[in-house]
């Protein structure tokens, strides 16, 4: 708590206007105009915030199929992220790429993938191309658990420890992929074991603590930017919603019973809220007023995105890689 009051403020807003455009998502998603899995990001919101929070627009950002969260905490414009979803050619993608494949480079935002562990090698390289470049830039790589089973996540690490790359790798463990825990895939509760400090900083974080993330990151970014090379940081968390879709999509059965319930109430939101109104660093009218300005900017967000244009039929074969 001894960061400016201006930024618990922000990350708390974050947090929350997160949240909120995922329930709004999530309440819309059975209307059938989206035309596109969503996978939601409900209950890991810390992770994206307090990771983004320490990045500057230029730094690069590689992130998942599960990447709403990655994507407005990076600076994202949330009337574009909508208009991805509804396919119009004003979506970040330019409505062709859906929920799965975000993109926005301008805010160093280099795309989400719908392949697990897509984005892992991509952004490793990217951090050698800073380094050749000599640019003072770091690159952040969001994966989940299910990626971490992926072989491409070690070779990756040892080819940036190797280099000494300004790598920094994010697990965020929410303990599914899709319908099988992680206990089920990897053995004991360590999914990386450290290397050597002087190698790889590794530190495992409570993901749903924001000054947690917030801090872990703000190491491993200081580390990135002054030559020490990568890191590798673990943040245990927890997926509320299923895999893909709305909550009533979620095939029953494969969470034990009370699961879900336990995790609700180490909410990420709920619990750095209660700190700041503990702390008299906010009061619930200011809370207020910050829910009342998110729901309006998704008002906004969602009024845009079911006016704007689809893609004309023949401008669908342009931004394609081609020879």
Known sequence: MKLPEKTLRQLLFEMMRIRQIQLAIES???ENEMKTPVHLCIGQEAVAVGVCANLKKYDYINSTHRGHGHYLAK??????LIAELYGREAGCSKGRGGSMHLADTTIGHYGSSSIVGGGIPIGTGMGLAIKMQKKNKVSVIFF????????VLYESINFAVLKKLP????LENNQYSVC??????????????????GLLMTKKVNGNNVLDVYNASLKAVARARTGHGPSFIECLTYRIRGHAGCEV???PGY?????IERWKTLCPIAAFRKKLLTNKMITLNEIKKMEKKIDKQIEDAFAFARTAPPPKPETLPLYLFRE
């Open 144 to 151: 989940g658990d299910g990626a971490a089973d992926e072989g």
């Open 167 to 170: 790598v920094i790798f994010i």
């Open 75 to 80: 600076g994202g414009d949330l009337r574009a």
């Open 28 to 30: 819309r998603y059975l």
């Open 255 to 259: 969470r034990p019973v009370g699961e």
């Open 249 to 251: 999509q979620d095939v």
């Open 180 to 197: 099988s825990k992680v206990s089920a895939r990897q053995a004991g509760d360590n999914i990386f074991h450290a290397m050597p400090a």
